[in-house]
């Protein structure tokens, strides 16, 4: 089925630690964003990328790295992971023509940090 | 800057009676709005969307929200409730600039009782 691929969707980690969140669309969309969602704060934009090749910061994105080196994937890096980083992440895609028609969200990774 | 008001962070309605979410909204430019809903422990769904066409939006499952300029509105409505409307609805801005990167309200979570 076409849409917006996440994984883990679970994950566990131990302060210090990094990993990678992986996410893949195949819709062919250029836009691609990551966002974290903790409890009474909406969801928060952590980086984005309009292309491959080309990445910018959002709201919150101490402690993030992003490469976009293909279309489909757009993979978000914990480089030394915190307690305040336990969150849900979610990733989206969308493209230029179709921003105004919303975006498609990935099911979600539920990180916690300990 | 744009920026997004969800007035109550929780509704609590009977099953069968209306449902009233209220959002507010601040852009710079003619705004993209949506309304997005989430399950517990699911991924974020498109309820409706407004992109500068009627103002009066119908959306999936008997929502529908109506845009009003005059007043920065976009509040979601629903004449009759269902206990499955339980979930928690984000009210979200796109706007011109932003490569249509959204904004989310806190979120406002509907509790329906039988």
């Known amino acids: 089925n076409a849409g917006v691929t996440q994984t883990p969707k679970f994950q566990v980690l131990k302060t210090g630690q990094s990993m990678t969140l992986q996410c893949a669309q195949d819709?062919?969309?250029?836009?691609m964003s990551w966002y974290r969602q903790d409890p009474g704060m909406g969801l928060r934009l952590i980086h984005y990328?309009?292309?491959?090749?080309?990445?910018d910061q959002g709201e919150v994105p101490n402690g993030y790295n992003v490469s976009r080196s293909t279309t489909e994937d757009f993979p978000l890096r914990l480089l030394s992971a915190a307690p305040s980083q336990t969150s849900v992440y979610f990733c989206?895609?969308?493209?230029?023509?179709?921003?105004?028609?919303?975006?498609?969200f990935g099911s979600g990774t539920r990180l916690t940090v300990v | 800057a744009q920026s997004v008001t969800q007035l109550d962070s929780h509704v609590s309605v009977s099953e069968g009676t209306p449902v009233l979410l209220r959002c507010n909204y601040s852009?710079?430019?003619?705004?993209?709005l949506f309304w997005y809903v989430q399950h517990p422990n699911k991924g974020l769904q498109l309820l409706l969307k407004?992109?500068?066409?009627?103002?009066l939006v119908k959306g999936i499952n008997g929502f529908e929200a109506e845009f009003k300029k005059s007043e920065t509105s976009f509040h979601l409505t629903k004449p009759s409730a269902h206990m499955s409307d339980a979930a928690e609805y984000f009210c979200?801005?796109?706007?011109?600039?932003?490569?249509?990167?959204?904004?989310f309200g806190k979120g406002t979570k509907l509790s329906v009782k039988p």
């Open positions: 990328s309009v292309g491959a090749g080309i990445t």
């Open positions: 979200v801005v796109s706007a011109r600039g932003s490569q249509g990167n959204l904004i």
């Open positions: 819709m062919n969309h250029e836009y």
């Open positions: 989206a895609s969308s493209s230029p023509e179709r921003t105004n028609y919303g975006y498609t």
């Open positions: 852009s710079s430019y003619s705004p993209s």
């Open positions: 407004y992109t500068s066409a009627a103002t």
